[in-house]
C-alpha cells in the first residue's frame, strides 16, 4: 500500500467514527498536543506541558537550585525507614 492509499483508508476510517472522545483524541495527536508523561502524583503532562516543565526545572538549576547525585539519592532512599 502507497502513502496516498494508506492515507485513504484512514481518512475513510476516520470519516465513520461516531464517538465524540475518539475524534477529540485523534484532534489532540494530530495537533501534536498528546500525553507524553506523568508527575509524581498521576497527572497527565502534554507535550507542550512537558517541555515547559523541563525548561523551568533547567532554570531553576541554572539559578542554583540543590540538586542531587543518583548516588545521593540511593543513599537517602535506602536509609528511610
Known sequence: MNLEQHKTKIIQKVKN????????????VLNGNYVVAFTIEGKPLTKNQ????????????AKGTKTFTTEEVKKYIFSVK
Open 17 to 28: 467514527i461516531q464517538d465524540d472522545n475518539l475524534l477529540n483524541q485523534i484532534d489532540t
Open 50 to 61: 512537558y517541555v515547559s516543565h523541563i525548561e523551568s526545572i533547567s532554570e531553576s538549576i
